[in-house]
């Protein structure tokens, strides 16, 4: 069975920085795309960052040039260093894994209970 845990969140003020930790856990393995997620209080979810098997990274025009989305196969885990904290980015933030279809990447099902990340300002 798969199994995500997040950790790494908390309380930080403006301008400050955090990194991200997701162990994945199960029959799923970090060579495949992967993604962070985030869902800001009251908000829908937002696609943050993701990571193709090879690679490739993209992310939400919000983030761009602040987080930096890696992994580490030998631990089969994934990472949102997130630098430059904003009020704006306050969620809480989820890893996935997944594929890509086409340049669409889709999530499997399995969700971790995600870490709370809040900025003040």
């Known amino acids: 069975q798969v199994q995500l845990v997040e950790s790494g969140g908390g309380l930080v003020q403006a301008g400050e920085s955090l990194t991200l930790s997701c162990g994945v856990s199960?029959?799923?393995?970090?060579?495949?795309?992967a993604g962070w997620y985030r869902q800001p209080p009251g908000n829908p979810r937002e696609l943050v960052a993701t990571?193709?098997?090879?690679?490739?990274?993209t992310y939400a025009d919000s983030v761009q040039g602040r987080f930096t989305i890696s992994t580490d196969s030998a631990k089969n885990a994934v990472y949102l260093q997130m630098n430059s904290l904003k009020p704006d980015d306050t969620a809480v933030y989820y890893c996935?894994?997944?594929?890509?279809?086409?340049?669409?990447?889709?999530?499997?099902?399995?969700r971790g209970q995600g870490t709370q990340v809040t900025v003040s300002s």
């Open positions: 990571i193709s098997s090879g690679g490739s990274k």
């Open positions: 199960g029959t799923v393995y970090i060579q495949d795309a």
């Open positions: 996935t894994t997944g594929t890509f279809q086409g340049s669409r990447y889709v999530p499997n099902s399995v």
